[in-house]
């Protein structure tokens, strides 16, 4: 009885720390048109000149 009751505690729990996980602080990449570069300030490509 005991197993099934840690069995059931541990599959219950499980999604729940990869849900967590999604939370934490990523970048994403981010990828601009052929003379563009991103701006991370403005969070927008801007245009290269020169």
């Known amino acids: 009885m005991l ?5 059931t505690i541990i599959l219950t729990l ?5 849900f967590a996980e999604c939370f934490g602080d990523h970048q994403q990449a981010m990828s601009c ?11 927008s490509c ?4 020169g």
Do not use: M, N, Q, R
């Open 14 to 18: 499980a999604p729940l720390t990869a």
């Open 3 to 7: 197993k099934i009751a840690l069995t």
């Open 33 to 43: 048109a052929d003379g563009a570069v991103w701006d991370s300030e403005t969070k």
């Open 46 to 49: 801007i245009k290269v000149t």
